[in-house]
């Protein structure tokens, strides 16, 4: 089964307050999601291998460490995704981005595909699929799904609020990804909203309704 980690460094955590925030605007919500995000990103990214280099400092020759290993892939799913890109791409500019359009109807809350576009080279790369929402977790299982179609196979999630039923359904039917959460919320609601959550994270990042 997928490992479950909760980014629940205090500075996450207090970002995340406000977020929920209903009385949080949306300059401010859009500008802490991407700090956020941007926090998500060095806990998720510390277990990407290193390698010995030597470099010459001014005084001697010293052991050094740079990254090595598989080049990384963000994989906003469209819309709320793309919230969280820039905040990542901040502390890994060499990132490329690929695209997965899915919206959830609001009737059945099954995941409707309308667009993907991904890196020549996304089979050479590890992804990481990006969602501040995990709610009945229809649309990260849909996005893993199209992204393995393709013969990807290395990749993890990141999202902000996770409802528990969404956690379970990737962890069913992704046991290979890794989830990366800042918080696990209570419930879902009868409308398949995470309770307490944030409401609807694409029209506060966006200003829509
Ligand atoms: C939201 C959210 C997730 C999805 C989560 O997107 O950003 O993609 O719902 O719900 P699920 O886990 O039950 O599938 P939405 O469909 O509202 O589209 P949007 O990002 O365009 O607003
Ligand atoms: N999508 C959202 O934006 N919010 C929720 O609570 C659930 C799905």
């Not at 290993?69 to 890109?85: D, E, F, H, K, S």
Request: glycine share 8%; charged share 25%; aromatic share 6%.
């Amino acid at each position: 089964m997928g490992k479950l980690f909760i980014c629940d460094h205090p500075l996450i955590q207090h970002k995340l307050t406000y977020i929920r925030d209903e009385n949080t605007k949306t300059k401010d919500f859009r500008d802490l999601v991407d700090e956020v995000a941007t926090l998500m990103a060095y806990e998720i990214t510390r277990d990407i291998p290193l390698e010995h280099v030597q470099v010459k400092t001014p005084v001697t020759t010293a052991d050094c460490r740079i990254i090595s290993g598989r080049m990384l892939g963000l994989i906003p799913i469209l819309r709320a995704g793309l919230g969280m890109v820039d905040g990542i791409l901040k502390l890994i500019p060499a990132a490329k981005v690929g695209h997965v359009g899915l919206y959830r109807d609001p009737d059945t809350l099954q995941p409707v595909e309308y667009y993907v576009k991904l890196p020549t080279d996304v089979l050479e790369r590890e992804l990481i699929v990006i969602d501040p929402m995990l709610a009945t977790g229809g649309s990260a299982n849909m996005a893993i799904e199209v992204l393995k179609r393709r013969g990807c196979t290395q990749m993890k999630l990141m999202c902000l609020i996770a409802a528990p039923e969404g956690i379970k359904a990737v962890q069913q039917e992704h046991p290979d990804v890794d989830i990366y959460v800042a918080a696990v919320d209570d419930y879902l609601n009868d409308h398949g909203y995470i309770v307490p959550g944030l409401g609807d994270a694409g029209d506060r990042l966006f200003g829509t309704k």
